[in-house]
């Protein structure tokens, strides 16, 4: 380990300043993977109950979804390639692109969960009392570790628009763009979890 | 300007703003030194409480709800607020980066958000007393399903322990990049003080088992809120789930616990004992070997809830191999003192008496681990007295110990050492008083958290509460003499190193400056050698 960078705080220190961006994404792997947990279980619990429950979800609004994180994962690897070769208004389109993917990620969570607590599917609703008890943890848990996600792309979204007004008044450059590349991995991580939640909630039948 | 001293220096604010919004390190540790221990006496105080009602079978001075909310918030707050941020939230804050040769830590804004997250946890576990349904009556372990059902205010109170988490991963976040990447010239991995290699193992458990916590409380809340059922059995969930992940967080967190303080050890062995320590490699190696082990051993908090007989075996069996590594610890630390010319000063005699009682909750742990003896101990007082014996004979009995190694650097003063020493001697004849008869009783089958007994376990209860009266007396007399200390004009000391100690903090002014060193040391020795020492040829 090389150690240059002790000259304390007025330092900058991009490995350093990426290994606590790295540090800070296993914590919330691991905040997921108490969910992942959760659900291994129950599904080994309810293998049935779970079927039947995941076969009302609507893969094509999840296949949607995980078409436009991939992409707007993609984007935000090109806008720092991007950036790094001094095209600065080419990066801003790029993570433009990322925003609105993900914005319209949300938009059809909002669909999706409106439909689902129109016919009374959501904890207490009117619907959940006449479901197996298997079929009600599966929406719990749908709900809160969806639910969990989607406040992750909030973060994600709005971690991207800061590093945009970063960029546009030149903060973060060429040669000094630890922080939205911090912001890359951190979408990334969220991208992951999608990858995951996905076909445990939409595909496995 | 350049040996301005931390406590005078004057940034861009003044007055307390120059303290709540310094990054300073050392400033920072001060911030969490005083609201740790105005904490520490709070939940001091309730524990007392407690112990003044169990006195006499039946009501003594408090209704059975008062005394159920007394237990729960002594645990959250001794647990979240004290022991778990301790150490390393007001040492490592302060001395690590001084250990390593750094200025300071690797994000300073972070540290000092860490410490806002901490007092905000903190304000937020106060407010739940007063407000909802009060204080919080389910006990700091907030097992389901009660916790859904009770009337006091779990959110609240639930979601203080998440902030408070927060607090407790950004600071694990902050110590192992300033350890990977702060070291000065020199300084290789075992060239570290011991000390770094305890907050090192600690810092990894805050980082990877904290927020299985902090997901397990978050869907405390939402079961409250909008009834999700995943724990609720009444739902289709399963509540032993809730233990699984409870314990996988606050298993690894008694390590978070320990740790440190093994580390704090490690430092005054050898600077008392003027030689270097007995066995670097295998105490900074048991320490990550404590860190792996304790993420693999939640199970044994449960096996009376109904877990298989199978996992019930493996749990325990890995149990023991916990014993391995932290008995290599003690080892070794006896054998540095074996032959060394001990200069049994103050911070000294905080350490024999670490080792005494932490060996005697230690070996009860054993007792604990093994299948047979648990069902009969478990929910039992011995259990209250096995992890006091190792929480606050370890943890607890290590900051006062490191508060009076350290007091002397840290605020250029220097303390009454007779009065330490004999508050010391009171702390561990309260403890003992206090904690030994509850391994009697519990052996004896009295539970733990009861409000009323059977007439035949008063005696052991009296001893008890007596005892606790004499552990106070000896923590007021501690506390007071450092206060005194600290308030008096007379007793400043700019000596380097009142110890003698060969870590770099002793070779920074007293107090330390603001960035700590004019210029970045190069280190070419182990950090506990001795140039005038003569002994075999062999060192580091």
């Not at chain 1, 079929?135 to 639910?147: D, K, Q």
């Not at chain 2, 014993?323 to 630390?333: D, Q, R, S, Y």
Request: glycine fraction near 10%; hydrophobic fraction near 50%; include cysteine.
């Amino acid at each position: 380990m090389s150690n240059e960078a002790a000259v304390a705080h007025v330092h900058r220190d991009d490995e350093g300043s990426k290994m606590g961006m790295w540090l800070f994404l296993f914590t919330e792997l691991l905040l997921f993977g108490g969910m992942f947990i959760l659900y291994a279980s129950y599904r080994f619990m309810y293998p049935d109950n779970f079927k039947v429950a995941a076969m009302r979800l609507d893969t094509l609004i999840g296949a949607v979804n995980t078409i436009l994180l991939l992409t707007s994962s993609l984007t935000v690897v090109l806008a720092i390639t991007a950036l790094r070769r001094n095209q600065k208004t080419f990066s801003l389109y790029l993570l433009g692109f990322t925003v609105v993917a993900g914005g319209a990620f949300l938009v059809n969570k909002f669909f999706e969960w409106s439909a689902k607590i129109h016919h009374g599917i959501y904890p207490k609703g009117p619907e959940m009392a006449n479901l197996s008890d298997g079929e009600s943890v599966f929406y719990g848990l749908y709900y809160v570790m969806t639910g969990l996600h989607a406040l992750h792309i909030i973060v994600g979204l709005a971690f991207i628009i800061f590093m945009m007004v970063f960029i546009a008044r030149g903060k973060q450059t060429g040669d000094n763009c630890q922080k939205l590349e911090n912001a890359g991995l951190y979408w990334h991580l969220v991208d992951i979890i999608w990858i995951f939640l996905f076909p445990l909630f939409y595909l496995i039948h | 300007m350049e040996n301005v001293s931390y406590l005078d220096y004057k940034g861009k604010h003044k007055g307390l703003l120059g303290w709540i919004l310094s990054t300073d390190h050392k400033r920072i540790a001060i911030l969490y030194l005083v609201s740790l221990i105005i904490f520490f006496l709070v939940a001091m105080t309730f524990g007392f409480l407690m112990r003044l009602e169990m006195l006499t079978p039946g009501k003594t001075i408090i209704d059975p709800q008062t005394y159920n909310a007394l237990f729960t918030l002594h645990g959250v707050i001794m647990i979240f607020l004290f022991i778990i941020p301790g150490i390393p939230a007001v040492f490592g804050n302060f001395f690590l980066p001084i250990m390593l040769g750094a200025k300071d830590v690797s994000f300073p804004r972070l540290n000092l958000l860490s410490w806002y997250f901490y007092i905000g946890g903190a304000a937020l576990v106060l407010i739940s007393l007063f407000t909802g349904g009060g204080p919080i009556d389910t006990g700091w372990t907030f097992y389901v399903p009660y916790s859904l059902r009770t009337q006091t205010n779990v959110s609240l109170a639930v979601f203080a322990a998440f902030v408070l988490g927060f607090s407790s991963i950004l600071t694990g976040l902050n110590f192992i990049v300033t350890i990977h990447r702060m070291r000065c010239p020199g300084m290789g991995w075992f060239k570290m003080p011991l000390f770094a290699w305890g907050l090192y193992s600690t810092a990894w458990i805050q980082v990877l088992a904290t927020p299985v916590i902090g997901i397990t409380l978050l869907l405390i809340i939402l079961e409250r809120f909008f009834g999700v059922g995943i724990f609720d059995p009444a739902l289709g969930g399963d509540p032993l789930l809730y233990q699984h992940l409870f314990w996988i967080y606050s298993h690894p967190a008694v390590y978070i616990m320990i740790l440190p303080a093994m580390g704090l050890v490690s430092e005054i062995i050898p600077t008392f004992s003027k030689k270097d320590i007995f066995g670097y490699g295998p105490i900074a190696m048991s320490s990550l070997a404590i860190a792996f082990l304790g993420y693999l051993v939640w199970g044994h908090h449960m096996f009376s809830s109904g877990i298989s007989d199978t996992s019930r075996a493996i749990f325990s069996f890995l149990t023991f191999i916990v014993a391995i590594p932290t008995g290599i610890k003690v080892f070794n630390w006896v054998a540095t003192l074996y032959k060394a010319s001990i200069d049994a000063r103050a911070p000294f005699w905080f350490v024999v008496a670490f080792i005494v009682i932490f060996s005697i909750g230690g070996l009860t742990g054993l007792v604990l681990g093994s299948l047979n003896t648990d069902i009969h101990l478990t929910d039992t007082y011995f259990v209250v007295a096995h992890f006091h014996y190792v929480m606050f004979g370890g943890m607890g009995l290590l900051f006062f110990g490191g508060l009076h190694y350290w007091f002397p650097k840290m605020f250029g003063k220097m303390y009454n050492e007779k009065i330490a020493k004999l508050g010391t001697l009171i702390f561990v004849i309260g403890f003992n008083g206090l904690y030994f008869p509850m391994f009697i009783m519990g052996y004896l089958g009295m539970p733990r958290r009861y409000y009323d007994y059977l007439p035949q376990y008063q005696i052991y209860h009296v001893i008890s509460t007596i005892g606790s009266w004499v552990l106070i007396i000896g923590i007021l007399i501690l506390i007071f003499n450092l206060l005194k200390a600290l308030l008096s004009k007379s007793n400043t000391t700019t000596e380097l190193n009142p110890w003698g100690g060969t870590t770099l903090e002793w070779t920074v002014p007293t107090p330390p400056p603001l960035e700590n060193f004019d210029v970045i040391p190069t280190v070419t020795h182990g950090p506990y050698y001795r140039p005038n020492l003569i002994k075999p040829e062999k060192s580091h």
